[in-house]
């Protein structure tokens, strides 16, 4: 099975701040790899899929990158509402598995 | 616009069996190109994906470690997935989620969850 292994388990950031939260997968798996955001009682929400695309209606300050077993979510500028948990999910073959999860706090 | 609904008791006795339904509105589950899956987020835990449906096949995929418990069934008449797990414990224990899968768009709508407390 692919493990996927998510860093910074936690992160604490100010608004404004530029964030970057990298998911590195056990196997290869070019670019089948899609980032969600989590909160508390609401639906999880996909940001982006294969690597690099954002889904629609996602503000453009979120982006992702990479390919093969390295991958990077990067938040360019901390807005107050994308505090949250967000986790990494390897859609390249089953058993389909996710990080662990990074939990963007407010400093 | 899609929207997915999961629904069952919260509290299920230890060796029995959970069920839950995942009902969608707003679209057909026999629309488009799509998987509709069942993951599961212990407290406190990450995400675990449970199995799925791909209704242009009429094919069940599960995960090998749930596989032996696990049953998913797809009414597309009714536009209701449902998930049983037989034998809980404890650690079944969890917010339970159905999902939209697109072919290359990972899980692109969820559902709000539903927690599920094994206990007696």
């Known amino acids: 099975d692919i493990q996927l292994t998510q860093s910074p388990s936690f992160l604490s950031a100010s608004v404004g701040d530029r964030v970057t939260i990298t998911c590195r997968s056990s196997q290869y798996i070019s670019g089948f790899l899609n980032w969600y955001q989590l909160k508390p009682g609401k639906a999880p929400k996909s940001l982006i899929y294969t690597a690099s695309t954002l889904q629609s209606g996602v503000p453009s300050r979120f982006s992702g990158s990479g390919s093969g077993t390295d991958f990077t979510l990067t938040i360019s500028s901390l807005q107050p509402e994308d505090f949250a948990t967000y986790f990494c999910h390897q859609s390249y073959t089953t058993p389909y598995s996710f990080g662990q999860g990074t939990k963007l706090e407010i400093k | 616009q899609l929207q997915i609904q999961e629904s069952g008791p919260g509290l299920v006795k230890p060796s029995e069996t959970l069920s839950l339904t995942c009902t969608v509105s707003g679209d057909s589950m026999s629309s488009g190109n799509y998987y509709w899956v069942w993951i599961r987020q212990p407290p406190g835990k990450g995400l675990e994906w449970i199995g799925s449906f791909y209704h242009t096949w009429n094919t069940y995929y599960y995960n090998p470690s749930l596989e032996s418990r696990v049953t998913i069934y797809a009414d597309t008449s009714k536009s209701q997935l449902s998930l049983k797990v037989t034998s809980v414990t404890a650690a079944d224990t969890a917010l339970y989620y159905c999902?939209?899968?697109?072919?290359?768009?990972?899980?692109?709508?969820w559902g709000q969850g539903t927690l599920v407390t094994v206990s007696s």
């Open positions: 999902a939209r899968q697109g072919q290359l768009v990972g899980f692109d709508q």
